[in-house]
């Protein structure tokens, strides 16, 4: 059995035509009445039912289909896999991402990368951060931005930055420009949450459990970017991650409140499987990230991205490795925050 044996059966069943098949891959319609004939003999039954003038597989070459286009599949893969490492001029780096992730952190960084290397497509699947360890370590995606390291010696990680969770409200609110607002001070406020209950909104309500002030949560929009408008028109305060809000804060449209005891941040990593093949193009990315400017919380700041100094750590995602990753004068202290995994 060869690979021009399973081509031929594809582009047959596929075309529903022989004449068709052949035009395909390129060989005589005879060719591939050949090659389809040969398979029929090495198995010995038969793949395709010739008695219509539209052609379909027989039962037993529906089965055959199947793993003919796996092994098909699987041998571009490793030709492209081979390709990729003489030269990254081409190929596909998937990247699993949380919403703000990939709303507010991958685009400029895949904007650099394209700059150097325009052949290689970017695939960004956003993913529930829970789901993403998981299709990291099956080898559904390359890489996976999530926002505390998993616990799984499978996956090695780089913590790039640690991004607040602040409150926010419109301009014109009672409290903006407020210092050292209490959580009693919002008592009888009306907030608008991510419908997604996270750790985030249950540590905020917790401290107004705490004050016994009641919390009163107006409504759950789907994506923070209606989280954000909902506050703009004055729908209520909200509690966000501070990369979703930089712009709005520049501008002046939305306005931090500066709150006694809320001081919860989130360690956005970087992770990948240990044991693992990576693309050249894989691996350039892998030292953009390294190189990247992580200063502002977004990392919108674009850089040139050579990757030849890493300035993150990367380590293997183990519960003893909880350290700082950047060293010191990036990002706060852990014994200064109360950690937030979204």
């Known amino acids: 059995m060869e690979f021009h044996h399973l081509e031929a059966l594809i582009a047959v069943v596929e075309e529903s035509s022989f004449s068709r098949a052949g035009d395909r891959v390129c060989r005589t319609q005879s060719a591939v009445s050949q090659a389809v004939k040969r398979l029929e003999e090495l198995l010995g039954v038969p793949l395709i039912d010739r008695s219509s003038p539209r052609l379909q597989p027989t039962e037993a070459g529906n089965v055959i ?83 505390s390291r ?76 209606n989280v954000k408008e909902f506050v703009r028109r004055g729908m209520g305060i909200a509690s966000v991650p501070q990369m979703c809000i930089e712009e709005e804060l520049r501008r002046g449209s939305l306005v931090k409140l500066e709150i006694e005891g809320l001081d919860f941040y989130r360690t956005i990593c970087l992770i990948y499987r240990s044991e693992s093949y990576l693309s050249e193009a894989g691996h350039r990315l892998l030292d953009m990230i390294r190189g990247w400017d992580w200063s502002n919380a977004s990392g919108r700041r674009e850089v040139a991205a050579t ?28 014994n200064r925050h109360d950690r937030v995994d979204l």
């Open 150 to 225: 998993p616990r799984s010696r499978d996956v090695k990680s780089i913590e790039l930055f640690r991004d607040p969770v602040i409150l926010i409200v419109p301009p014109g609110h009672r409290l903006a420009g407020e210092k050292g607002v209490r959580i009693e001070d919002l008592g009888g406020e009306e907030f608008v949450a991510h419908h997604v209950r996270t750790p985030t909104t249950e540590k905020v309500l917790l401290l107004f459990d705490r004050a016994q002030i009641a919390c009163h949560v107006a409504a759950r929009l789907w994506s923070y970017e």
């Open 307 to 334: 990757g030849s100094s890493a300035r993150s750590k990367t380590c293997s995602a183990s519960p003893s490795n909880e350290r700082d990753e950047l060293g010191p004068g990036h990002g706060s202290s852990v």
């Open 65 to 147: 289909l199947d793993y003919a286009r796996t092994i098909v599949q699987v041998r571009e893969r490793a030709l492209r896999s081979i390709s990729d490492l003489r030269e990254a001029s081409g190929g596909k780096i998937t990247i699993a991402a949380h919403e703000s992730a990939a709303h507010y952190v991958l685009p400029a960084l895949v904007r650099a990368f394209h700059a150097v290397l325009p052949g290689v497509q970017i695939e960004i699947q956003r993913q529930p951060v829970e789901e993403i360890p998981k299709r990291v370590v099956n080898g559904r995606t390359d890489f996976g931005f999530v926002t």
